[in-house]
Every structure is written in C-alpha cells, then in structure tokens.
C-alpha cells in the first residue's frame, strides 16, 4: 500500500520545478518516501535514471564526469536523473551547476536528501544555484494524503470547513488512530504491527544518530546524542528547558544548542518559538520541541498535540513552497502562563490560531483571553471524537470540531 500510494508533491515538482527547467531539490527525514516518490516519478517517463551516492560506482563516474551519468533520452520527452543523497559529496553544488548550465538537451533532474537541503545550498562557498532551483520538503503521512493525495489552497481549506465542512468519514477516524499507534512513516504505518513498528523505530534511531549525524557533523559524542534522542519524546509540547538538558546530559549549554541544531537539521526535531509581535507579556525565546515521528512520545494528549503540530507543519511547509505564500508556525504563551498550541502566520501576519483539546469539547477559556489580541477573524479548537459547534467571540469565530474531520480537510 505505501508503494503504491500517491503523493502530494508529485505534482508541484511537475508543474512548478521540471516544466520550468529547474532543478528539485526534495528533502525530508529518512524513510519517509523520498525514494518511492522518485521511482514513482521515474515509472512515469520514457527514460530516466536512479542514481544514488551509497553506490561506488556513481561516485567514481561523478567524480571522473559528472556528464557521464545522465540518462539517454528516448525521442523529444526529456528524462529524469535522480540523485540521492548527493549532498554527502562536499563539492556537490559546483558539480551540479556545471552539470545543469552545460546540457547539451533538456533533463530534468531530482536531487534528494534526508538533511535539510536549502541549508547545504546557502551554506557558505564560491559555489551558488540560485535561480536554478526549486525546493520541496517531503513530509511523511497525513490524515489527508492516507487517503488522497490533492491539498486545497489555505482559504478553500477554511473556507471548506467553517462552511459546513465534510463530517468524519469512519475511514478517517481508522486513519487517525493508526497514526497515533505507528506514527507517519510509510512502513510501519500501512504494516500496523506494533512489534515491527518498535523495531523499525529503534533502528531508524540509531541510523539517524550512528549515520547520518556522524557524515553530517563527525561528532565524537554520539552515545550522548543518543541519550538526548531517549530523552526528547518527554519533553514534547512543554517549554523547551536546554538548561534542564545540559544538566541531565552532563554538557555545556552550546553543546546542546549545537546538538539539538543538527538534530532539526536531519528532520529528527523541529522547534516552535512563541509569537509575541504586538502582543503584550508574551513570551519571547522559550520554544517547543516536537518530533518528525510521534510515535515515541509517552504521554497520550501530547503525542497528540505532536500529531497536530506535524499536520499544521506540513501545511505551512506545502503551502511555501508551492507558491501560496510564506507560512510559518509558533504558538502562543503569555509569561501568565496563558496559551493557545499554535498559530500559523500567513505573510508575517496572524492567520490561523489552533488549540488542541484531547479530552474537553467544551471552548478552551484561552480563546477569550487571546481573541481581543489577535487580528484573525477565524480559530480553530481540535477535539478527539465527533464535534461541530461554532462560538462566537465579538468579530471572531471559534469552531470547535473533531480533529478527523479537521485534518483529512487539510494536508
């Protein structure tokens, strides 16, 4: 099921990055479908190549030429090289420029990459692709792309659901508990055998800590890395304490700043700051950290509250790169210790604020203290179970609804 499923982003790639020759950079954590997605997209063409740089061969042709290993093309339909993991070589971005301005005929090219790719192409060096590249980010599964892979644009998305919306279909709520029970990643999500989804996620673990982090950073302290993966899942959802860690790791406070960077580096983490542009005692640094794969979170309300974040995460990343505007997700926290889970920004303004309710259906009493200080017109309270109840709050509207129904209209 998880080969065959389709994805979201095999159209933007198609329309927005090969149709205008430019060159796709994908990236996203290890595992969650960059692969099959290439080979999906490869099975689709008259000619191409998969070319990966865990392959010896591909390195010394790369190195001697990279010419040498672009596909032959079969009549006037350009091919499809895909490069994996190219990122690992160090003069990468030089190899590829000279690659894509010399082609002697059009191809298309796809490169992927379990590290953050947009951060190795800013990084500092002689070296530049601007302009000849577009980048993606692969999120694994979602309530949505479970079942089809088309997103809405963000205002028929609210507009869809404050209009009436489409009531939870069972198959959407099976989804969301399987989601909560073997999290996002393709293999042990459409397996659903909790024995293998143990092992595939202590495995992945160790590959991201043992591989990937040692070829990203040649970090000597890796079982202490490890010790810090084994502690993350606790603190999902809390104010992120690094002093806390430091202690408990027996580390300096910028050795935990450094290790946590290249852990959301490797899409192992990722971190909201707390909004606080005119709005009044709010806080300013202390973030919160949640997983890529939430399955490891402990504590039953904040694995779901990470399930939210991830879906809301994807969104805003879908949105920004295919062209609806710049998304970004926070949340909000005043020093009182009043909170809303999350609040997307749309073109640096409020847009959307999300409270996360595992349990209460009843309206969060956040929503009084924060809707005189936000500029949206629209909130949103996600609840377990069926639920459909519009509150109003003077202008705004607070719709509290059930989080299926809610998040198989989103991404």
Same mark, same amino acid.
């Given at each position: 099921m998880a080969r065959m499923t389709p994805r979201a982003l095999a159209g933007p790639l198609a329309d927005l990055a090969f149709r205008r020759r430019k060159i796709a950079l994908l990236s996203g954590p290890r595992q969650c479908g960059k692969t099959t997605l290439a080979r999906m997209l490869l099975a689709s063409r008259a000619a191409g190549a998969y070319r990966t740089w865990d392959d010896v061969e591909f390195r010394r042709a790369w190195a001697r030429d990279p010419?040498?290993? =672009?596909? !032959?093309? $079969? +009549?006037r339909a350009a091919p499809l090289l895909v490069l994996d *993991?190219?990122?690992?070589? !160090? $003069?990468w971005k030089g190899a590829l420029k000279g690659l894509y301005d010399t082609l002697a005929r059009p191809c298309d090219v796809l490169v992927t990459g379990s590290a953050r790719l947009d951060v190795h192409v800013r990084a500092k060096g002689s070296d530049s692709l601007l +302009?000849?590249?577009?980048?993606? !980010?692969?999120? &694994?599964?979602?309530?949505?792309e479970m079942s089809r892979p088309?997103?809405? $644009?963000?205002? *028929?998305?609210?507009d869809g659901l404050f209009g009436g919306g489409t009531p939870a279909r069972k198959a959407d709520e099976a989804h969301l508990a399987d989601l909560l029970v073997y999290g996002p990643f393709p293999e042990p999500l459409f397996a659903q055998d909790e024995r293998f989804a143990r092992l595939w996620r202590r495995n992945r673990e160790r590959i991201v /800590?043992? *591989?990937? =982090? !040692?070829d990203l950073s040649r970090l000597p302290e890796l079982g202490r890395v490890e010790l810090l993966t084994a502690l993350l899942p606790e603190r999902v959802g809390s104010p992120f304490s690094v002093a806390a860690l430091r202690e408990d790791l027996e580390v300096s406070f910028d050795t935990v700043k450094r290790w946590t960077a290249f852990l959301h580096t490797l899409y192992y983490l990722f971190e909201l700051k707390p909004y606080s542009r005119n709005l009044p005692r709010s806080l300013k640094r202390e973030g919160k950290v949640y997983l890529w794969d939430w399955s490891s979170v402990p504590r039953a309300p904040a694995r779901f509250e990470n399930l939210v974040a991830s879906h809301l995460?994807? &969104?805003?990343?879908? #949105?920004?790169?295919?062209? *609806?505007?710049?998304?970004?997700? #926070?949340? =909000?926290r005043t020093k009182e210790r009043d909170e809303i889970d999350f =609040? /997307? /920004?749309r073109d640096g303004e409020p847009w959307l604020p999300v409270e996360v309710k595992s349990g209460d259906q009843g309206l969060s009493p956040q929503w009084a203290k924060f809707s005189r200080l936000l500029p949206c017109r629209r909130g949103i309270q996600l609840v377990r179970g069926a639920a459909r109840r519009v509150h109003r709050l003077g202008p705004a509207e607070v719709l /509290?609804? +059930?989080a299926a129904e809610a998040l198989a209209e989103l991404v």
């Open positions: 010419k040498s290993v =672009l596909p !032959r093309g $079969r +009549g *993991e190219l990122h690992k070589d !160090r $003069r +302009g000849r590249y577009l980048h993606f !980010r692969l999120h &694994a599964f979602t309530l949505r088309d997103v809405p $644009r963000p205002d *028929e998305f609210l /800590v043992r *591989e990937e =982090l !040692r995460q994807k &969104a805003c990343h879908y #949105w920004t790169d295919t062209g *609806e505007g710049d998304f970004r997700l #926070w949340y =909000l =609040l /997307v /920004v /509290v609804v +059930g």
